[in-house]
């Protein structure tokens, strides 16, 4: 049994109104948890099975804009305000770090004010006859639930909770579990970082109003990545190794099963996956994708539209299990 608790603080946007006084947006959270962890009475097998719960509680900063009417004039005024939430997680996990073919199957649920979010994630690694090289596999299935009435106001109070096709970025992270380079930057190429969760697609929709595999209610996927053998690796020449591996990705989501959907019943891409400093950096090249996506990209980035179209994830997490749990594969 495991008891912990943790802090985080800092800054995370900025605002300057007309006045020119600039005003900060701070974040502060706390995280009290709880793990359990059941190991094999043969010490030889790794297999293990963990239950957690975990509590965020979050303080973030927002901006109130307010008007404020004097005898003789109409003043604009901006603050921040501090609102408080509360997410709690509750997440049963079985998983086998061994050298040969490890897994780890996850459920976890997220319960917020009004919503329940649930989501089963499954890893296997596939080794190849090398041992090292493999593919790795990645299913999800996520649900979302109300807890009172789905509403215009429900659904819009809620919308950074919903499921995602693609790999959320820093304003989806709803628990700032992750770590982002700009954390809510919406142009240049801070903004097109993702995090591994949900659909895990590498293609976006960001500038729509209703984003592509956006869902609050249910969302499914599967997700490849496969090494490339060193001796068809085209980056082989460079001085540097550079793990070259091919991803792919499918899925398919509530809204996709309605009649006449825009995307299909089920939606795809896959490309050219890059790989830094065993895995913890990850850059997507996304080359083939499904009819929405590319109609998407058409219509939208008219400029720079390759570069604008790859996206990257950060994993610090795999630091950390490298050097404590040794050399697991994802």
Known sequence: IE????????????FTPED???LILRLKRWVPSVKLTLYNKDPTVTQRFTIQAKTFLLTEDELNF????????????VTTVAKKNIINRLSISLSD??????????FSADQGKNFIRAGLTAKYFFNYKDGKSGMSARFFAGKFLYLK?????????????????????????????DYFIGRNEYQKWMSQQIMERDGFFKVNTDLLGEKVGKTDDWLTSINLVTDVP?????????PVKIPFKIFADIGTYSE?????????????????????????????????????Y???YKSTITQNRFLKTVSFSIDLSQLQAKKFLGNIPF
């Open 66 to 77: 307010t008007t404020a009417i004097t005898p003789t004039d109409t003043l604009d005024q």
């Open 97 to 106: 770090d061994r050298i040969l073919y490890p897994y780890n199957l996850t």
């Open 230 to 238: 060193d001796n068809v690796n085209p980056l082989r020449v460079l």
């Open 20 to 22: 020119n006084d600039n």
């Open 294 to 296: 590319k109609d998407y």
């Open 149 to 177: 009435p789905a509403t215009f106001s429900t659904q819009l109070e809620n919308d950074r909770y919903f499921l995602n096709m693609t790999g959320p970025k820093g304003n989806e992270d709803y628990t700032y579990s």
């Open 3 to 14: 008891t912990a608790a943790s802090f985080i603080g800092y800054s995370q946007n900025h």
């Open 256 to 292: 996709a099963w309605k009649e006449n959907p825009a995307t299909g019943r089920f939606i795809y891409d896959a490309g050219i996956q890059l790989s830094f400093i065993r895995s913890i950096l990850n850059i997507y090249i996304p080359v083939l994708y499904s009819k929405v």
